[in-house]
């Protein structure tokens, strides 16, 4: 399950305050809750913690951690079970000052089930199981060649990286001085199928103990990238997880580009086709019906205000806080959000457009 971009933000905001926390001692609770885990079971045991706690020698860390339990206690108290995701519990003394007691805690329902059980008092609060949830769950390996080179990829989340690239030594059409035809061809039909044993093997070595791979899309001219897979000696593992072939006619990091744009139909979930997807839609209806839509955040706020915004789109550049005050007046009329990254070339062009933020509407403004 992909987490939408609301989820996405609000567990990133959330991941970056508490790594920011520092205690000066063991003070700061960590409490993870695993999905369908006895609520009743847990609050036991930290009663149980929070007494062991009374034992603590240092006294400003004995108020800050019997305080912190406190806390998450009487919050899962107000629960009358676990949350269907789990749940994860902070609470510590965040204040900067030598001597100065400042207990916060948060309550938090993840978007994926937590399956891990935590108590830890610590230094640190404990997010790596957050962390975890942030990270990319599909990775699809990319390949676009010819006989003469090659360009192996990886499209992670939204973004394109070169991972290797390679050169045959298969000469060109022109023959040197003195070779019959048939000596040529058999060179070049050697040195291409040793070139294509090379990129197997690397292939090999770059995406066979890729846990997160989901697939692999291969590219270039006809007939060669066919010629690659049948007698290129791919292994079978990586050969079964090959979901798009496309005809791509550069072999560098721009057909990297058109081999993920033109393969839309086999990775539509992907985040990268998603982000384009909304950001063309904006344009398109933009360009063919610019009373549908509103941009800049006067105009943005004005129909998010007169409930006219159906779609709102909200490039990251512009920083947590404000997406998070888009994102609620947005949730106010019911009207969908999209983060839109700045990693891509739509993205960049929505911001400089926009000034970051554009909406669709669901009737024109006067």
Request: a neutral charge.
């Amino acid at each position: 399950m992909e987490l939408t971009d609301k989820q996405r933000a609000e567990l990133e905001e959330l991941v970056a305050k508490l790594e920011k926390v520092r205690g000066r001692h063991t003070e700061l609770v960590t409490v993870m809750i695993p999905a369908g885990f006895n609520l009743y079971s847990v609050t036991s045991q930290l009663e149980a913690e929070r007494s062991t706690a009374e034992n603590i020698k240092s006294k400003q860390t004995r108020s800050a951690v019997t305080d912190s339990l406190d806390l998450i206690i009487r919050e899962l108290k107000k629960l009358k079970q676990t949350p269907p995701n789990g749940l994860a519990a902070f609470a510590g003394n965040i204040s900067e000052k030598e001597g100065v007691q400042d207990i916060k805690s948060w309550l938090f329902e993840p978007p994926k089930p937590l399956n891990v059980r935590t108590y830890r008092c610590d230094q640190i609060f404990i997010v790596e199981p957050l962390k975890e949830m942030l990270s990319i769950q599909d990775i699809y390996g990319l390949l676009v060649m010819d006989r003469r080179e090659a360009t192996i990829g990886v499209l992670e989340g939204k973004q394109i990286k070169v991972l290797r690239t390679m050169s045959s030594g298969v000469p060109g059409k022109i023959r040197a001085g003195g070779q019959s035809s048939a000596r040529f061809e058999r060179i070049t039909e050697g040195l291409a199928k040793e070139f294509f044993r090379r990129v197997a093997d690397a292939m090999k070595e770059l995406f066979f103990n890729m846990p997160k791979l989901k697939g692999i899309l291969v590219g270039g001219p006809i007939p060669t990238k066919e010629e690659f897979l049948e007698y290129g000696e791919l292994v079978t593992t990586l050969k079964e997880k090959v979901i798009a072939i496309k005809d791509i006619g550069y072999t560098d990091e721009h057909g990297l580009k058109l081999l993920v744009e033109s393969s839309h139909e086999d990775i539509s979930n992907q985040e990268l086709i998603k982000e384009k997807n909304i950001v063309n839609k904006f344009f398109e209806t933009l360009g063919k019906y610019k009373e549908k839509t509103a941009y800049g955040e006067e105009r943005v706020k004005l129909a998010l205000q007169r409930g006219a915004a159906g779609i709102v789109l909200i490039s990251k550049a512009l920083g947590k806080e404000k997406i998070k005050e888009y994102e609620d007046l947005a949730q106010n009329i019911g009207a969908e959000t999209h983060i839109v990254s700045t990693e891509t070339q739509e993205g960049e062009q929505f911001l400089n457009l926009t000034k970051g933020v554009g909406a669709i509407l669901r009737f024109g403004l006067e």
